[in-house]
């Protein structure tokens, strides 16, 4: 046991005693997704989703890199990368669940919203289940909540069950954390106050993992702005605001990780993951960045992520 | 084991072999579909439908052909035709079961919308359930999905929690996915883009099955319409667009079939059926333009139909 | 056993043929209301329903016959005039159970709507259960739905739900399957198209007796009038249109009966007994015109409704 | 058990003939109700309800008698005046259950409206269980319906949900029919047709003990009126109007209890005594006549009440 | 065992038995929370709450006192400070429940509302459940209601649920009745008669501490406003006000505590604190008084506020 114990680096062990009032169960899941990998051992993840084909649509999704339409593709790609773990909704999981039993820690995202309708106040449907997830072998399950939606409350409470229930079963919990909606302008939705108290919200409700979107100085509202000011909350560069992120998620004792969102030049996230690692951020969720580019392309690619994360050398 | 491994057809195997995450119960039902009438060990199949009493009314679905009031009258047509599988609601299918248990897989329908209401963002009602389709021998439910209408989410959860009891109980899972709904015109509906995305959902939602309707060329949303343009995907035949519905559902890792709609001139189906055919779809779901003409004629035309798809001579 | 079978009658085993994927338990039931009173062994039945009190209040259902305020005469009255069952709300069955148990098939209507809202989309409210049913030695359920509803879906399922329940408990279910709501106009209600739909949903939802009002020869939906009119549907007579209906029922393999509606002169129910009589109507529910009346004259008419459908004379 | 038959009261007996179908164990605690207090045995009833704390507020109930803040007061009262039973909510019942336990049949009161929020349709909330009535000992529950509100469905159905689980648990119910809501006019919440319908209603839910207010001789309905002046129903008294009442709820075979409504004159208050005795009603509810006057008077003022319904003299 | 009763001091003794009716597992948690701390034994409380980071938002919460973003923190300035117990939200209990567990009682707060949306008629999502308060070794749910908001029914149904369960694990139930929404005006929020009428409520739902604000001597409804001027309850100073509160729950019966409300000057504090004694009432509960300053001047403060309910001295 003690020897075990040694096994696992000093930066795992430190971050798992922030889950010490986890059962052992759930505590091996976070093990397994902090040890799998390039970035096994450090503390850092760099996680691969592809939910877009659900969101977006498939041609918007996979068009440019047709070998993504494929299930088994994306599987393969997050493990030849070292990623920690892959993201995606049942039936992507349920494609690829038997042949890669074992091989990486997946995360089965419970809940999905397509792009077919609009809704100014979006809550996603709840398309799979914590059994699917204990069927499927996974460590995780993920789930999107849209603070600020007026619809906020029944996402709340549906986490509020999954959680439950998933903790109960020994599963993760990652939950991204979109705010959006009626009350919150296109601006606030990455705005620094606003990222913050959804970074904040998630570790509230339980989230053993939580992704926000990497904030701007933008300040949403009112009575925040006048805190961030009269305090001198240090919100200037992008590695301070994800600081000041990480602080709010329980003054680092929960793991955040930030999402790439579009693609964009390859310069530009990898500036954001270096500012993620000087903001003592917890790495990153990259999906169309990742899967959108050729193969061997996107591995160059998530390695050199990876390397600034401080992850192995091949 | 092996020798009965060895008597199922490599086409079965092959399409088996992507379902490989499903228990063996499940497996067995898809096999049975499979490997019933005509088309058995091809890979392909021709269902036969009839939900239309249901959904357009009696008189509308059976007046023209008066034998089609008679529940049994189908079943036997279904199998006289070499059809895989009849599909009905529950009343139906009770009405035959008992005689028929065994003869030819069923689907029972487990949601239905009448006529007597006309809703712009449609919702069917769950008419019956994975303990009656257990009951009464079933293959398989099949659940119809409108992605686009407002009330998206209702039926999407809905068909998750029958599908994870259908699963559970060896069951497979039939998906109809017909976008509709104020948020998608006329001409949306059969869209290429909006049909490859609503195989996609279908297919992420967990579907074994998933029937659609035939897409034409016209491309509804901007956003992929951009994508089609930039990325060159190829839809200018029928075939084409069937090809690209099957790369949308898993790069043919799922079951796609296609419906027929209303009634309509003999050649056009069998155009039809050969663009499926030549696109790399599995079949036809083939409702009205069978059961509305007399029986002898209607087992001949089905016959055509299953020649064109590489069905058994008799 | 053999000799059981022997003693019913040919016309009732023909029709106990029709629900043979239905358990012993719900076809014993269904044997029971088919053999009991004057009717016995015909394949017809006339059954007495008093949920008026409930529906319209107690002054208007029974301060012309006073004596129907107490649910003891009722029962009593169905039982001397030879009905094949009494239906009624809880609180009537509760009061007669004990002292009737198995002296007469009951049937517990489980939802009721009252007078005091006035809806114009109604829905009833569940007011019993199965649980109830079968406490009470019920023989079958009753329960309505108002298709064309706009709340059409909420009724569709609780029926689901309760019909599922029941025929697993070895009740019968008898649907009562009213048009209504804002998409169907006044004389929809009883057209000759809306009335057969309404008996085809029932019966496609697993009702085992079907209970619709009698049609006049109105069409009410364009596309369904096209089919009657190029089909040449046979609708000119009040027998004529009980055929199409019976027709509609699964072609007679569904008992359908019809309603008498409010109180009218005699002649005029004794014609429409002769109609359904003649179209292949399985028989009448009588209430108004039956407890309406002082009790002997109740008694003597419905005799001679019973004697038109063939009953035996004493 | 001939013997213990035998002391129960012909008026008792009476009455629980008309609950035969009922289970032993609400058989029993109706047995209690009748046989508790000065009134024990008579066949009647007086009730001391307070449930205005909750439903007034707590100034409004008790500042004008403060020792009605302290909830052992009431029950106290209760028991010093001899009424067959004490109603209340929750907290009032848990309060006082462990020192009071067997001493006076208690009625939990498990839903309740506050007048925080004003409704023209209301629908009280669901405030205490069926478990809490069992476990604080309780003889019934006690359950509030507002036929004619748009809300009449919901509560309709939670009634009937609990009352499925009292029945079950050998306990009683007893239902507040009270009339309300944009359907009716405020003269027609103690019209006479809707005070007579309100009672049918909940007999045909299946209450025991039905309390509705003293009705006026105000006609709301066109519908029922008409039938009230053809069949000549006399309700030019208040003993004739109880009488219709009493008529209405099964021609005597439910227990149907006046509430007293707001303090008033005692003459005012004895004269309805005498007339709900004199029409057959079992007797009265009486709330804030009684614990919003001094203890002493209060007694006495009861006594006088439990007199004119022929209760034991000290 | 009497040993052990002996040393619990006659106020505690007293209190409890007020909670008669309650298991001895809820008596024992009672007697936990009001045996803990420098107020032990006194039959006084006060309790640390710190749900702001999830109500407010993280930096309007810690930003003034950065070391408040980490949950430790605040379990330990409870201990520091000798408060009878520590509440808060889901993810901060769990985050110390681990190191602390024993050392002081806590109170998970189960729902909880967010500032990114603004609601006229609130209510608060459920973030957490019983199972998860015993889990974590808590002695008590917490639970918000807003009497006066148009949601008021669904959540005092939720809390009748969650009470139920808390009562029957044994743990105790703290409501906080805060009355809001459109059928109360800004100043009703604190006026007299609706902050006695809360408390009436929440004791009315069986919880067995009550917190509620401080009230002025505004009266909010006209028909309440009458009863205070013709019964001269006297409102004129905070104790008096203090007194008809805890007179409005059960006469001193229940356990109600006092919200300290935004940041403000010490000497009002202590002089709040000092009315709360005079009157009556049995504490504090006070957040951003004590977690926006520094550790030291926190706990002084809070001893401060102790001593005027008589703790014990260091």
Sequence with gaps: METLQKEATGAVDKILANYNS????????LYRLLTSGRLAGT????????????????ARSFAVNPAGYNPSYHAQLAIDAGCNAYAAPLGFIRAIAHDYAGRIPLILKVNNHDS????????????????????????????????????????????????????????????????RGTNISKDGETGMDIVAYAAQIAAQMGAHIIKVKLPSDHLEQDAAKKVYQSTGVNIST??????????SAFDGKRIVIFSGGGKKGDEAVFDEARA????????????RNSFQRPHDEAVKFLHTIMDIYGGKKD
Aim: hydrophobic share 40%; glycine share 12%.
């Design 116 to 179: 077919l309708v609009s809704e100014r106040d979006p809550i996603p449907a709840q398309t799979s289940s914590v059994d699917d997830a204990l069927e499927l072998g996974c460590a995780a399950i993920g789930f999107t909540i849209y603070p600020g939606s007026t619809e906020w409350r029944a996402m709340y409470e549906q986490l509020r069950e999954l959680s439950e229930e998933a903790r109960a079963a020994g599963l993760a919990v990652v939950v991204w954390s979109y705010p």
């Design 276 to 287: 993620i690692r000087d903001g003592g951020g917890f790495g990153s969720i990259i999906g």
């Design 238 to 247: 992008l590695s301070d605001r994800v600081k000041h992120v990480v602080q």
């Design 43 to 58: 503390g850092k993840l760099v996680v691969l989703p592809v939910d877009q084909g659900f969101e977006h649509g498939p």
């Design 22 to 29: 986890d059962n052992p169960g759930t505590r091996a899941n």
